[in-house]
Every structure is written in structure tokens, then in C-alpha cells.
């Protein structure tokens, strides 16, 4: 006689069913979902993202509506133009991204990071594009310099700006100086007949000019002018060289004007700041275009001339370019239909006369409505004057550590070390991290 079969009871069953029924669901679902993609049509639309950091607010409005202007003409390719932070907060975001194969399509940041991206492999070249576009010819072409590395173009320039020396006239009439100062030495003298006891305490409330302390980067933007106008350099055949006769020269010289007592200090990174300027307490200071509007702003006098010079006159470019990261053949075609839009006489015309930048095309800058707004803006002439002599900081890879360490010895020099050597202890320290 047989046994009778025993089922399985229910509490063993369920284990088995349930692994069952989300296998035959999870097949199902898969069908759906393959069956789903085969009959949806490719998206028409290339979207492209974009990374920047442009400030302040009002000039990152005016952007904005730039980009939604080329999105609305190009309904097949639409920018995402996200902000990411101050540039001083981007740069461990933007590695991140890289390493981790999440870059944004396209990347707004200073050219100084060049090298870094190359080294990296994460950016597009630009030159084939660009020698086949008619725009070439009509970029300025002292920011080449900005955009060339290792014999390519990693980069477009997106609008373009350098450094001068803003001053009060009212306060030069009332110590009696005619014309603005055109070399060191006229700057030195400058800068000593300002430095005044006003109220008559026995204690100096007018300086001369106000000078930038501190190692960061708006530091080195601000001295290596007078280094490179004193015939130096802070790298040479792709290696760190600070301990040359310019630069030499360049600290000897702030510290000249430290030591004569004619200068106020910034408080560390805050060289920037332009507030003694408006109220009176300097009557001299370097910074650039963008303060512009708030000066005008403040209902006080100023004026503009170019930095004095030593051996030849000079200023550093500033501004940022956009670089085309590594991407699909879709997305690098649309992209480079939206650089193209950045360097064009309707973009560049429109972001200078509503910020102040300068325009990178030659043509908008000759264009008669660039002109009407320099009649009205005519300051700015001395910054667009100023581009025959400007010249890029170095695009390295290991520019961080080059720029910081010429601030470290900016600083030091500022606070009484002998310029040569605190450029020797830079020098030491970069040798150390550049070693092989």
C-alpha cells in the first residue's frame, strides 16, 4: 500500500510562490519596459548642461536671459545654465565630476585651470572648430594666450577684463597733483603726497593707496602686472621660476611703498573690497571694470589710469572662458553651435554694455553702438587701451600651487621679508611639490 502524499504545507509553500511570482513579474515588467523604449521615438531635443559661477547676482541674471534668448532660437538644443558656487567653492566639485564621469557638458571657469583639465583628459580641443569659423578672425588676439595649450585651444574666451588704477581726482587737486602717475617712481611720489594728516590729530587718515595682502589668488591677479612690466615671469620652459630679476623687482618695489607709509593694507583676502576708496580714506587703488556701476552707484568723483610701468607697460587678463568637455558627437556639435553664440557680435554686444566686461570681439568694440556706449562709459576706454599689453596668467597644471606660493611671497614681502627671500622659500617649497 502507498504512503499518502504529503503537500507541501502552506508555510513552506509561500517562500517558493512568492520567489516565483516576482520572478514572472519582473519578466513582464522587462517586456513592458523594452517594448516601451522600442516604440519611443529618439528625443529630438539635445540637452545640454552647463556649469558657471558668474557673479554678482545681477550679472548672473543677465546671463540667464542670454542662454534662454539661444534657447528659444534653437528649440532643438537647449542649455541648462546652473550655478555651482563662488569659483573659489567649484574647483573640488568640478574634479569630482570629472573623476567621476559626471562633467557638465559645458564648463565656465578661469583659464588658469587649463592645465589641469588637459592633464586630466577631460576636455574637447577647439582648434579645428574654430579655424573653420569666421568668428576666429574677430577675436581679440591677446586672449589667445588664455585659450592655448601644448599646441591646442582648449577654450573660448567669454568676456574679457584686466586691471587699472582707480583714483580720486578731488583729493589729487587738494595735494596739488596735475596728471597721474605713469611709472613706479611718479607712483611712489604719487602715493607719498596723498598720505595725509587731514583733521590735524597728529595721525595719518588719508593713505596714498590701498594695496592687497594676503596669498589668494586676487593677490597674484593684482601684483603680476608689475612683474611681468618689470621684464619677469613666474614660470619658464613648463617649470616654476620665481627667483628672477622682475619679480624681484615687483616686491622690492610694494614693499618700497609699504615701508613709506603711504599705503592702507586690505585685511587678508579682502584686497578687493573698495570701501576706504569710497569713503576717502585711500585715493588710490587697482581693481577693475566691475566695480564700475557701484562707484557710480556711491555719487563720489574718480577716475581711471592705466598701471604705471617699469621697463614696459602690462596688466594681467582676467575674466573666464568656456571649455567643451569630453561628450557624445550629438552633444559636442550642439555645444559647439552655442560657443559660437557666446563669441558672437549679438551675444558679446549685449553681455558688455549690461555688465561692464569688455567684449571679446573686435568687431562689437568698433560696432557703432559699442561705441555710443563707451561715449558714455569713456573709463572703460583705459581698460580696452590697456589689451594691447595684457597678458594670461600661466595655464600649468600646477598653477594652484604656483599662484599660491607667489601670494605666500606677495604676503611675506608686505609684512617686512626680504622680497628675495621669500620668493627662494616659494621656490623651495614648489621644487618640493614638483619633484619627480
Same mark, same amino acid.
Not at 618695489?253 to 569710497?278: C, I, K, M, W
Given at each position: 500500500?502507498?504512503?499518502?502524499?504529503?503537500?507541501?504545507?502552506?508555510?513552506?509553500?509561500?517562500?517558493?510562490?512568492?520567489?516565483?511570482?516576482?520572478?514572472?513579474?519582473?519578466?513582464?515588467?522587462?517586456?513592458?519596459?523594452?517594448?516601451?523604449?522600442?516604440?519611443?521615438? $529618439?528625443?529630438?531635443?539635445?540637452?545640454?548642461?552647463?556649469?558657471?559661477?558668474? @557673479?554678482?547676482?545681477?550679472?548672473?541674471?543677465?546671463?540667464?536671459?542670454?542662454?534662454?534668448?539661444?534657447?528659444?532660437?534653437?528649440?532643438?538644443?537647449?542649455?541648462?545654465?546652473?550655478?555651482?558656487?563662488?569659483?573659489?567653492?567649484?574647483?573640488?566639485?568640478?574634479?569630482?565630476?570629472?573623476?567621476?564621469?559626471?562633467?557638465?557638458?559645458?564648463?565656465?571657469?578661469?583659464?588658469?585651470?587649463?592645465?589641469? !583639465?588637459?592633464?586630466?583628459?577631460?576636455?574637447?580641443?577647439?582648434?579645428?572648430?574654430?579655424?573653420?569659423?569666421?568668428?576666429?578672425?574677430?577675436?581679440? $588676439?591677446?586672449?589667445?594666450?588664455?585659450?592655448?595649450?601644448?599646441?591646442?585651444?582648449?577654450?573660448?574666451?567669454?568676456?574679457?577684463?584686466?586691471?587699472?588704477?582707480?583714483?580720486?581726482?578731488?583729493?589729487?587737486?587738494?595735494?596739488?597733483?596735475?596728471?597721474?602717475?605713469?611709472?613706479?617712481?611718479?607712483?611712489?611720489?604719487?602715493?607719498?603726497?596723498?598720505?595725509?594728516?587731514?583733521?590735524?590729530?597728529?595721525?595719518?587718515?588719508?593713505?596714498?593707496?590701498?594695496?592687497?595682502?594676503?596669498?589668494?589668488?586676487?593677490?597674484?591677479?593684482?601684483?603680476?602686472?608689475? %612683474?611681468?612690466?618689470?621684464?619677469?615671469?613666474?614660470? /619658464?620652459?613648463?617649470?616654476?621660476?620665481?627667483?628672477?630679476? @622682475?619679480?624681484?623687482?615687483?616686491?622690492?618695489?610694494?614693499?618700497?611703498?609699504?615701508?613709506?607709509?603711504?599705503?592702507?593694507?586690505?585685511?587678508?583676502?579682502?584686497?578687493?573690497? %573698495?570701501?576706504?576708496?569710497?569713503?576717502?580714506?585711500?585715493?588710490?587703488?587697482?581693481?577693475?571694470?566691475?566695480?564700475?556701476?557701484?562707484?557710480?552707484?556711491?555719487?563720489?568723483?574718480?577716475?581711471?589710469? $592705466?598701471?604705471?610701468?617699469?621697463?614696459?607697460?602690462?596688466? %594681467? !587678463?582676467?575674466?573666464?572662458?568656456?571649455?567643451?568637455?569630453?561628450?557624445?558627437?550629438?552633444? /559636442?556639435?550642439?555645444?559647439?553651435?552655442?560657443?559660437?553664440?557666446?563669441?558672437?557680435?549679438?551675444?558679446?554686444?549685449?553681455?558688455?554694455?549690461?555688465?561692464?566686461?569688455?567684449?571679446?570681439? &573686435?568687431?562689437?568694440?568698433?560696432?557703432?553702438?559699442?561705441?555710443?556706449?563707451?561715449?558714455?562709459?569713456?573709463?572703460?576706454?583705459?581698460?580696452?587701451?590697456?589689451?594691447?599689453?595684457?597678458?594670461?596668467? $600661466?595655464?600649468?597644471?600646477?598653477?594652484?600651487?604656483?599662484?599660491?606660493?607667489?601670494?605666500?611671497?606677495?604676503?611675506?614681502?608686505?609684512?617686512?621679508?626680504?622680497?628675495?627671500?621669500?620668493?627662494?622659500?616659494?621656490?623651495?617649497?614648489?621644487? &618640493?611639490?614638483?619633484?619627480?
Amino acid at each position: 500500500m502507498k504512503p499518502p502524499v504529503r503537500w507541501p504545507s502552506r508555510a513552506r509553500l509561500r517562500p517558493w510562490l512568492i520567489f516565483g511570482l516576482i520572478t514572472l513579474v519582473s519578466a513582464l515588467l522587462g517586456l513592458v519596459s523594452c517594448q516601451s523604449t522600442l516604440d519611443r521615438p $529618439p528625443d529630438p531635443v539635445t540637452h545640454l548642461t552647463l556649469w558657471q559661477g558668474i @557673479g554678482p547676482p545681477p550679472n548672473r541674471d543677465v546671463f540667464d536671459a542670454l542662454v534662454q534668448r539661444f534657447n528659444d532660437s534653437h528649440p532643438d538644443i537647449q542649455v541648462e545654465s546652473l550655478y555651482v558656487g563662488h569659483p573659489d567653492q567649484q574647483i573640488p566639485k568640478i574634479l569630482t565630476a570629472i573623476v567621476g564621469n559626471a562633467a557638465p557638458d559645458i564648463l565656465w571657469y578661469s583659464p588658469t585651470l587649463t592645465g589641469q !583639465l588637459v592633464e586630466l583628459e577631460a576636455l574637447e580641443p577647439l582648434e579645428d572648430w574654430l579655424n573653420q569659423s569666421p568668428i576666429q578672425a574677430q577675436l581679440d $588676439p591677446a586672449l589667445l594666450e588664455t585659450m592655448a595649450f601644448e599646441d591646442h585651444l582648449w577654450s573660448i574666451p567669454f568676456g574679457a577684463n584686466n586691471t587699472a588704477v582707480f583714483y580720486r581726482p578731488s583729493l589729487f587737486q587738494q595735494a596739488g597733483i596735475a596728471t597721474p602717475p605713469r611709472t613706479w617712481e611718479e607712483l611712489r611720489q604719487v602715493a607719498r603726497a596723498l598720505t595725509q594728516d587731514t583733521n590735524g590729530d597728529g595721525r595719518v587718515d588719508q593713505h596714498g593707496m590701498f594695496l592687497s595682502l594676503g596669498k589668494g589668488e586676487w593677490n597674484v591677479f593684482v601684483w603680476l602686472p608689475f %612683474v611681468y612690466s618689470a621684464g619677469g615671469w613666474l614660470q /619658464r620652459e613648463g617649470r616654476a621660476d620665481l627667483v628672477n630679476p @622682475g619679480a624681484i623687482a615687483a616686491l622690492e618695489f610694494a614693499q618700497t611703498l609699504v615701508q613709506d607709509g603711504s599705503v592702507l593694507l586690505s585685511p587678508p583676502e579682502r584686497g578687493f573690497e %573698495v570701501d576706504n576708496f569710497l569713503t576717502g580714506k585711500v585715493a588710490m587703488q587697482i581693481t577693475g571694470p566691475w566695480t564700475l556701476a557701484q562707484m557710480q552707484g556711491a555719487g563720489i568723483d574718480f577716475d581711471v589710469f $592705466p598701471l604705471p610701468q617699469d621697463q614696459q607697460p602690462a596688466t %594681467v !587678463l582676467g575674466g573666464e572662458n568656456f571649455f567643451l568637455c569630453r561628450t557624445s558627437p550629438k552633444k /559636442r556639435q550642439a555645444a559647439l553651435e552655442f560657443l559660437a553664440y557666446i563669441l558672437s557680435p549679438e551675444f558679446q554686444l549685449d553681455w558688455a554694455t549690461q555688465t561692464g566686461f569688455l567684449p571679446v570681439n &573686435l568687431a562689437v568694440r568698433e560696432s557703432p553702438a559699442y561705441q555710443a556706449f563707451l561715449a558714455e562709459n569713456p573709463l572703460l576706454r583705459v581698460f580696452i587701451d590697456q589689451m594691447a599689453a595684457a597678458r594670461s596668467r $600661466p595655464l600649468v597644471p600646477g598653477y594652484a600651487y604656483l599662484s599660491e606660493n607667489f601670494g605666500r611671497a606677495m604676503e611675506a614681502t608686505l609684512l617686512g621679508e626680504d622680497p628675495e627671500t621669500a620668493l627662494a622659500q616659494a621656490q623651495t617649497r614648489l621644487d &618640493l611639490i614638483f619633484s619627480p
